[in-house]
T-cell receptor
Framework: DARVTQTPRHKVTEMGQEVTMRCQPI?????VFWYRQTMMQGLELLAY??????LDDSGMPKDRFSAEMPDATLATLKIQPSEPRDSAVYFC???WGGGSGELFFGEGSRLTVL | QQQVKQSPQSLIVQKGGISIINCAYE??????FPWYQQFPGKGPALLIA?????SEKKEGRFTISFNKSAKQFSLHIMDSQPGDSATYFC??????????FGTGTRLKVLA
């Protein structure tokens, strides 16, 4: 049963700490997305990778967020330093093709920054 | 112009009733309109999708109605069941990687 795997599922941290979220996309998928979900904003696109290359990170606060894909089986989203306003659920999704098509979402990482 | 406006924000329906969620868009370049279903603690999952060359698509109890001239599309859930209680997101895509999601509708189906 192929699925996107995200870790950690829950994270509580203090303001100013570094947070790293990890994602294992579905094997064979060539696109990876990071989304942030909040009650106020809904689903916001933070970053997009195709064939491991970062093609769009315009949705991320550049001074504190970074996204990488060191290999085809791992995508990371890092926040340093974290702030209370970063509290949200972060979703990784993968897909195929680069254009429109089904997105397969992980179960999310719920981040709480105190 | 990139927004997809979704309504209502929340919806309560009796078991067996019809749930209707509406979305409207402005960008005529959108050519793919999926609906995603999200259960608490889970990620969104594709439920059903439509392209603008058809006005309706049905999969079981779920139907998308599409009105190209009005730039609106809607999700109808027939014979709604408590297991349908979830958050539903409409989305639009213009053939690129950028999906524009609606703000979501929380559906509760009463037993």
């Amino acid at each position: 049963d192929a699925r996107v795997t995200q870790t950690p599922r829950h994270k509580v941290t203090e303001m100013g700490q570094e947070v790293t979220m990890r994602c294992q996309p579905i094997l064979g998928h060539n696109t990876v997305f990071w989304y942030r979900q909040t009650m106020m904003q809904g689903l916001e696109l933070l970053a997009y990778f195709r064939n491991r290359a970062p093609l769009d990170d315009s949705g991320m606060p550049k001074d504190r967020f970074s996204a990488e894909m060191p290999d085809a089986t791992l995508a990371t989203l890092k926040i340093q330093p974290s702030e209370p306003r970063d509290s949200a659920v972060y979703f990784c999704a993968s897909g195929w093709g680069g254009g429109s098509g089904e997105l397969f979402f992980g179960e999310g990482s719920r981040l709480t920054v105190l | 112009q990139q927004q997809v406006k979704q309504s209502p924000q929340s919806l309560i329906v009796q078991k067996g009733g019809i749930s209707i969620i509406n979305c409207a868009y402005e960008n005529t370049a959108f050519d793919y309109f999926p609906w995603y279903q999200q259960f608490p603690g889970k990620g969104p999952a594709l439920l059903i999708a439509i392209r603008p060359d058809v006005s309706e698509k049905k999969e079981g109890r779920f139907t998308i109605s599409f009105n190209k001239s009005a730039k609106q599309f809607s999700l109808h859930i027939m014979d709604s069941q408590p297991g349908d209680s979830a958050t539903y997101f409409c989305a639009a895509n213009s053939g690129t990687y950028k999906y524009i999601f609606g703000t979501g509708t929380r559906l509760k189906v009463l037993a």
